[in-house]
């Protein structure tokens, strides 16, 4: 336990999750990990993210129901440099149902993200795996138009390193998610096109096979990631792919609009 309450493992992960902790907490900007608990690989990247949401738990954030798979598209692993997926988790308490109304918090720079989410209906358990396309495809019960809330809580996250933004949920804040359709095939979200726009003005579009070729692959490259370190995805939890537009920065009276076909439309304003 620190000494502002905090409690973690007494170990270099816990000292770490719980520095990210502290600054989830109180909202304030995160610079960067001391260097003798600087991370050395994406392992001990998700092994600190698993200490973190234990410690934002206890203190109130709720549970983990569902993940969010950054850097899946050309378009974001350009933005941000890094090209290969990176996974964080979403607690219920920042899930919001379309249409969405956030609060903009003053300390913290909010983005938006035009998203293909799935909801799942059956669990992808370690001892399945390897999974691909195919086998992930009948656990999927529904698909949703989704609008990623992210956050830019760093001092200066460009100059940050890979297995930190991923330890600290890789700049993920919640998400508004559009009703779930049973309708279309998961099979045939690669066909699926979406668009954004800011106050009536369109900002990006993009179509389903940006997600690393099929949105299903996303899916899959998470389940596996997650068997390898000994979970699984479960039943009524739910996936945010990817995005099909680069972040976008918004400001208080900012009215964002993703219209995905054939999903629908997602509406979040901010105040």
Known sequence: MTGDGIETKNTPAGRAAAALCRARLR????????????????????AVQELLHACLATRGWGRVVGYKIGCTTPI?????????????????????????????PRALRVGVECEIAVLLRSDLGPSDRPFDRETVASAVGACMAAVEIVEDRYVD???????????????????????????????DLSAATASMTINGREVGSGVGTDILGHPLDALAWLANNMA?????????????????VQTHWVEPGDEVTIMNEPLGAVHVAFV
């Open 228 to 244: 390898g370190r000994g979970h699984g995805l479960r039943q009524g939890e739910f996936v945010l792919l990817g995005s099909l």
């Open 76 to 104: 974001m692993q350009e933005y941000l440099g890094i090209h290969n997926p990176c996974a964080g988790g979403v607690f219920d308490t920042t899930i919001q149902r379309e249409p969405g109304r956030i609060v903009l």
């Open 27 to 46: 909202r304030y900007r995160f610079d960067r990990l001391p260097v003798d608990l600087v991370l050395k690989d994406e392992s001990e990247a998700y």
């Open 157 to 187: 996250y460009p100059s940050l390193d890979t297995p930190t933004l991923i330890a600290d949920d890789f700049f993920g804040a919640g998400c508004v998610l559009g009703p779930p359709v049973e309708a279309v095939a998961p099979g």
